[in-house]
Nanobody
Framework: QVQLVESGGGLVQAGGSLRLSCAASGRTFSSYAMGWFRQAPGKEREFVAAISWSGGSTYYADSVKGRFTISRANAKNTVYLQMNGLKPEDTAVYYC???????????????????WGQGTQVTVSS
């Protein structure tokens, strides 16, 4: 069992940056594959980025590739999403997700994850 708490959201102007954090409870955080998803009003939840348990593998949605970076600090039980070059279309509630999964696997589909945080709002003004 793992509990996830996101933080770091807020209001930023287009072109700006934010860093989201997702703090996880539990002693086996390093055994979890992690991901970030987002959901804008009136839209379905969509994949943003994923990272393997060791951090050795990452995967990004095309819409954020080159602008967002996912990373993790297993010693701190935390996964991060550095977001640069933000655009108004990045406005959404951002969720982190976890699944107990070792190896180099990264997961990009929401139903593959077992645990979810409550979300943090990111608003990008034009």
């Amino acid at each position: 069992q793992v509990q996830l708490v996101e933080s770091g959201g807020g209001l930023v102007q287009a072109g700006g940056s934010l860093r989201l954090s997702c703090a996880a409870s539990g002693r086996t955080f390093s055994s979890y594959a992690m991901g970030w998803f987002r959901q804008a009003p009136g839209k379905e939840r969509e994949f943003v980025a994923a990272i393997s348990w060791s951090g050795g593998s990452t995967y990004y949605a095309d819409s954020v590739k080159g602008r967002f970076t996912i990373s993790r600090a297993n010693a701190k039980n935390t996964v991060y999403l550095q977001m640069n070059g933000l655009k108004p279309e990045d406005t959404a509630v951002y969720y982190c997700a976890a699944r107990y999964l070792s190896g180099t696997y990264v997961l990009s589909v929401d139903y593959e994850y077992d645990y979810w945080g409550q979300g943090t709002q990111v608003t990008v003004s034009s």
